[in-house]
């Protein structure tokens, strides 16, 4: 298993993620983005089963103070490439698995 959890260290669902590997003693690289954002090739593979518009976190003080509520779809991916504390957290990628939030229901069956 090659977990990776992109998120940010003052989200409490992101620790949890954290926590619950490792609980059970399975090693993580943890990408905090608000140091470090996806590349795009990383954005476009935990997108294709999580979903663009999923990713962005349209309920965070971010978005609304940059006026993002009425773009385009098509934007979404450049607006979250471009600013990455807008992505909801955690996302938890194995491989080509992906999830968004605490989903130990779906953890448990990559193990």
Do not use: H
Request: hydrophobic content about 30%; glycine content about 6%; some cysteine.
């Amino acid at each position: 298993m090659n977990i990776q959890i992109f998120g940010r260290k003052s989200c409490s669902e992101t620790r949890k993620a954290e926590r619950y590997f490792k609980e059970r003693r399975i090693s993580v690289q943890f990408i905090d983005l608000k140091e470090k954002g996806f590349s795009p090739k990383e954005l476009d593979s935990v997108a294709r089963p999580i979903g663009y518009e999923n990713l962005l976190d349209r309920e965070c003080k971010r978005f609304k103070e940059k006026g993002l509520a009425f773009m385009s779809p098509s934007r979404v991916p450049k607006v979250l490439l471009e600013d990455p504390e807008l992505v909801k957290t955690p996302v938890v990628r194995n491989g080509s698995q992906a999830t968004l939030g605490y989903r130990p229901e779906v953890w448990k069956t990559w193990e």
